[in-house]
Protein backbone atom coordinates (compact mmCIF):
# COMPACT_ATOMS: atom_id res chain seq x y z
CA UNK A 1 0.00 0.00 0.00
CA UNK A 2 1.24 3.47 -0.92
CA UNK A 3 0.39 6.38 1.05
CA UNK A 4 0.89 9.96 0.64
CA UNK A 5 3.73 11.70 2.59
CA UNK A 6 3.18 15.01 3.27
CA UNK A 7 5.85 17.26 4.94
CA UNK A 8 9.48 18.54 4.43
CA UNK A 9 12.57 16.48 5.18
CA UNK A 10 14.95 18.12 2.67
CA UNK A 11 12.19 18.66 0.49
CA UNK A 12 8.00 18.00 -0.29
CA UNK A 13 7.39 14.20 -1.10
CA UNK A 14 4.34 13.14 -3.51
CA UNK A 15 4.83 9.34 -2.42
CA UNK A 16 7.12 6.60 -1.36
CA UNK A 17 9.25 5.29 -3.84
CA UNK A 18 9.36 1.67 -5.01
CA UNK A 19 12.00 0.00 -2.69
CA UNK A 20 10.64 1.71 0.64
CA UNK A 21 8.26 1.60 3.45
CA UNK A 22 7.95 4.22 6.31
CA UNK A 23 8.11 3.40 10.08
CA UNK A 24 8.34 5.44 12.66
CA UNK A 25 8.42 8.69 10.22
CA UNK A 26 11.43 7.08 9.02
CA UNK A 27 12.03 5.36 5.50
CA UNK A 28 13.24 2.01 5.41
CA UNK A 29 14.23 -0.33 2.41
CA UNK A 30 11.78 -2.65 1.59
CA UNK A 31 13.92 -5.51 0.96
CA UNK A 32 11.61 -8.20 -0.75
CA UNK A 33 11.11 -5.04 -3.43
CA UNK A 34 14.97 -3.66 -3.08
CA UNK A 35 16.06 -7.10 -4.44
CA UNK A 36 13.70 -6.33 -7.94
CA UNK A 37 15.36 -2.98 -7.61
CA UNK A 38 18.83 -4.70 -8.09
CA UNK A 39 17.66 -6.95 -10.50
CA UNK A 40 16.15 -3.85 -12.88
CA UNK A 41 19.50 -2.42 -12.74
CA UNK A 42 21.40 -5.40 -13.38
CA UNK A 43 19.21 -6.63 -15.87
CA UNK A 44 18.74 -2.98 -17.86
CA UNK A 45 22.70 -3.31 -17.45
CA UNK A 46 22.82 -6.42 -19.40
CA UNK A 47 21.16 -5.16 -22.51
CA UNK A 48 17.74 -5.47 -22.02
CA UNK A 49 15.02 -2.81 -22.27
CA UNK A 50 13.31 -1.27 -19.68
CA UNK A 51 9.85 -3.49 -20.22
CA UNK A 52 12.27 -6.70 -20.62
CA UNK A 53 14.40 -5.82 -17.42
CA UNK A 54 10.99 -4.88 -15.34
CA UNK A 55 9.44 -8.14 -16.16
CA UNK A 56 12.49 -9.85 -15.12
CA UNK A 57 12.85 -8.10 -11.79
CA UNK A 58 9.05 -9.00 -10.97
CA UNK A 59 8.17 -5.34 -11.48
CA UNK A 60 4.75 -4.64 -12.43
CA UNK A 61 5.03 -0.97 -13.75
CA UNK A 62 4.44 1.18 -17.16
CA UNK A 63 7.57 1.56 -19.20
CA UNK A 64 7.55 5.71 -18.11
CA UNK A 65 7.33 4.42 -14.63
CA UNK A 66 10.90 1.99 -15.12
CA UNK A 67 12.25 4.62 -16.89
CA UNK A 68 11.79 6.98 -13.57
CA UNK A 69 12.54 4.50 -11.47
CA UNK A 70 16.16 3.95 -12.90
CA UNK A 71 16.59 7.49 -13.07
CA UNK A 72 15.96 8.06 -9.23
CA UNK A 73 18.56 9.16 -7.15
CA UNK A 74 16.97 8.74 -3.76
CA UNK A 75 18.26 4.69 -4.45
CA UNK A 76 22.11 5.81 -4.35
CA UNK A 77 22.23 8.95 -2.45
CA UNK A 78 19.28 11.08 -0.24
CA UNK A 79 18.79 11.95 3.36
CA UNK A 80 15.49 10.73 4.11
CA UNK A 81 16.16 7.43 1.72
CA UNK A 82 18.65 4.59 2.75
CA UNK A 83 20.55 3.59 -0.46
CA UNK A 84 19.53 0.54 -2.41
CA UNK A 85 21.95 0.29 -5.11
CA UNK A 86 25.79 1.55 -5.28
CA UNK A 87 27.24 4.92 -6.88
CA UNK A 88 28.93 2.72 -9.49
CA UNK A 89 25.47 0.99 -10.54
CA UNK A 90 23.38 3.97 -10.64
CA UNK A 91 26.00 5.86 -12.86
CA UNK A 92 26.30 2.96 -15.16
CA UNK A 93 22.73 2.84 -15.67
CA UNK A 94 22.98 6.63 -16.63
CA UNK A 95 25.02 6.03 -19.37
CA UNK A 96 23.36 3.79 -20.56
CA UNK A 97 20.52 5.12 -21.15
CA UNK A 98 22.41 8.34 -22.87
CA UNK A 99 23.89 5.98 -25.22
CA UNK A 100 20.58 4.35 -26.28
CA UNK A 101 19.06 7.53 -26.20
CA UNK A 102 21.91 8.84 -28.62
CA UNK A 103 22.06 5.25 -30.95
CA UNK A 104 18.71 6.12 -31.26
CA UNK A 105 18.53 9.70 -32.32
CA UNK A 106 16.47 11.05 -29.13
CA UNK A 107 19.36 13.77 -27.55
CA UNK A 108 18.45 17.17 -28.91
CA UNK A 109 21.51 19.52 -28.23
CA UNK A 110 20.42 22.98 -27.27
CA UNK A 111 22.32 25.44 -29.77
CA UNK A 112 22.76 28.38 -27.60
CA UNK A 113 22.69 31.19 -30.30
CA UNK A 114 18.82 29.97 -30.59
CA UNK A 115 16.23 32.67 -29.60
CA UNK A 116 12.85 30.90 -28.72
CA UNK A 117 9.50 32.91 -27.91
CA UNK A 118 8.50 31.96 -24.25
CA UNK A 119 5.97 33.95 -24.08
CA UNK A 120 3.11 35.92 -25.35
CA UNK A 121 1.20 39.40 -24.17
CA UNK A 122 -1.53 40.93 -25.77
CA UNK A 123 -2.61 44.42 -25.46
CA UNK A 124 -6.01 45.83 -26.17
CA UNK A 125 -7.06 49.65 -25.66
CA UNK A 126 -10.82 50.22 -24.36
CA UNK A 127 -12.45 50.14 -27.35
CA UNK A 128 -13.83 54.20 -28.45
CA UNK A 129 -16.68 53.49 -30.84
CA UNK A 130 -19.57 50.92 -31.01
CA UNK A 131 -21.29 49.24 -33.68
CA UNK A 132 -24.67 48.08 -34.01
CA UNK A 133 -23.25 45.32 -36.48
CA UNK A 134 -21.21 42.68 -34.40
CA UNK A 135 -18.73 41.60 -36.98
CA UNK A 136 -17.70 45.12 -37.69
CA UNK A 137 -17.19 45.99 -33.94
CA UNK A 138 -15.12 42.61 -33.71
CA UNK A 139 -13.22 44.10 -36.56
CA UNK A 140 -12.50 46.61 -34.60
CA UNK A 141 -11.55 45.21 -31.50
CA UNK A 142 -9.05 43.40 -33.05
CA UNK A 143 -7.53 46.08 -34.84
CA UNK A 144 -6.95 47.61 -31.39
CA UNK A 145 -5.38 44.58 -30.50
CA UNK A 146 -0.91 44.59 -29.85
CA UNK A 147 0.79 41.48 -29.34
CA UNK A 148 4.19 41.49 -27.63
CA UNK A 149 6.54 38.72 -27.48
CA UNK A 150 8.97 37.68 -24.44
CA UNK A 151 12.20 36.19 -25.38
CA UNK A 152 14.54 33.61 -23.58
CA UNK A 153 16.73 36.36 -22.95
CA UNK A 154 14.29 38.85 -21.75
CA UNK A 155 14.46 41.01 -24.73
CA UNK A 156 11.52 42.08 -26.33
CA UNK A 157 10.17 42.46 -29.70
CA UNK A 158 6.71 43.92 -31.03
CA UNK A 159 4.83 42.44 -34.18
CA UNK A 160 6.89 41.51 -36.91
CA UNK A 161 9.77 42.55 -35.19
CA UNK A 162 10.71 39.38 -34.15
CA UNK A 163 13.01 37.22 -35.50
Given at each position: MRVELKGKVGEMMSHIPFGYTIQNGRAVVNEEEAVKIE????????GLSLSEAAQKAG????HTSIARMLTDKRYVEDKFYPPIIS????????LERR????TLGRIYEHKGNEKKC????????????LYDDPFQ???YAYSLIKSEVILDDNQECYGNSCP
Open positions: KLFEAYLSIKRYKDTFEKAQRRAELNFKFHASIPDNQAE
